[in-house]
């Protein structure tokens, strides 16, 4: 085996461990952000189905014990270890080119650019396989009961009809037909679209069965771009901070200490989320919502991004942001603890 090709195995080796270690640490944080995320805005009068963080981390806890918190998780196991692999891969092949270009004079620093171009570049490959991936799982995280009470995207918009309904009906008087019919409607369109998943390999097949690779993919432009910025932030921070510490205590970056590689992980996860959030809320409204034009709520991100605006304001696009940034500390510095502390057994 080549040397390029043994040092792409020990990336994706290490990719994989920092992988598992995120998903053990962050999945309840991300359940309870993709649940706020994808809750629907409440009718007028009625409270919303969670009050906040703590409320939705109450009732998960109350309805489904810890195992709610873990919804979906075999599918980020076995995927974001997939992803990070990925991520890393391509990051270090990314780093390697540039520094071939950069030629000897730059002791193998890359400028920011080429860090966050690096970055980048591993975010759009990672995306073939997270776009599915958190499709799936968000899928999963949203399901909170039996299959007669799981809402879907169409049930939503049926519930939203109810009640658009019943206020125009009150004007003309007629409000028990109006609430039957919209009622009637509600239920069909629910029914026709809402599926329960018993599982991941589940989900996938029902999903594949009807609505082929498309369902599959269903989000993938804007987790595209997501992962493209996203990415793009999360590595130029991470190793500008590791590229300044080598610089100012004169060491190799096997040499920095835990403690730093903990810290910049976190910093590179603040540096990710706090660029990206109100895409990352568009992708999962777009990737919980219904399958089919008569099912739909969203005909596209931007018309997800106009409606979110119009019905929940700015603060709309922040929703379940406190757990997210919460997560994105411990998450992302075992991230590349797991990482830099593989790569240095392997070498």
């Known amino acids: ?7 792409a195995v020990k990336d994706c080796a290490s990719g994989t461990i920092g992988g598992f270690l995120q998903v053990f640490v962050g999945q309840p944080f991300d359940t309870v952000k993709v649940r706020l995320q994808t809750m629907p805005a409440p009718l007028p009068g009625q409270a919303p189905k969670y009050t906040g963080t703590l409320d939705c981390v109450k009732q998960t806890l109350a309805k489904e014990g810890i195992k709610g918190f873990y919804k979906g998780t075999t599918t ?24 071939d270009k950069n030629g000897s004079a730059a002791n193998g620093f890359l400028t920011n650019s080429q860090l966050y171009i690096a ?37 939503k918009v049926a519930s939203i009809a109810v009640g658009n309904a019943a206020e125009a009906a009150v ?47 269903k989000g993938q432009a804007v987790t595209m771009v997501r992962e493209f910025q996203g990415y793009g932030a999360y590595f130029a921070a991470y190793e500008y901070l590791v590229q300044r510490a080598m610089r100012l205590e004169n060491k190799e970056r096997s040499e920095l200490s835990t403690v730093k590689v903990v810290a910049y992980g976190a910093c590179a996860g603040y ?10 809320v568009i992708k999962s409204k777009l990737q919980t919502d219904g399958f089919t034009s008569s099912t739909r709520q969203y005909s596209s991100a931007i018309d997800c991004a106009r409606q979110t605006l119009a ?37």
């Open 271 to 280: 540096a990710m989320w706090t660029t990206v959030y109100p895409i990352d």
């Open 171 to 217: 004007a003309t008087s007629n409000v028990q037909n109006a609430v039957k019919v919209a009622a009637e409607s509600a239920s069909s369109n629910a029914a026709k679209n809402a599926l329960f998943f018993t599982g991941p390999v589940d989900a996938l097949q029902k999903i594949y069965a009807q609505h082929g690779l498309r369902g599959i993919f």
């Open 76 to 99: 980020p196991l076995v995927g974001v270890g997939a992803c990070v692999s990925i991520q890393f891969v391509t990051l270090q092949a990314m780093k390697r080119y540039y520094n």
């Open 311 to 347: 019905k929940e304001g700015v603060a709309g696009f922040f929703k379940g942001f406190a757990p997210c940034i919460l997560r994105a500390a411990p998450a992302n510095a075992v991230t590349f603890l797991g990482f830099e502390m593989a790569m240095r057994l392997l070498r």
């Open 1 to 7: 085996m080549s040397s390029d090709s043994m040092r």
């Open 119 to 155: 970055g980048a570049a591993s975010g759009i490959t990672n995306s073939i396989i997270s776009g599915p991936v958190e499709h799936i799982r968000t899928r999963l995280q949203v399901q909170t009961g039996a299959p007669a009470v799981i809402e879907s995207g169409a049930a």
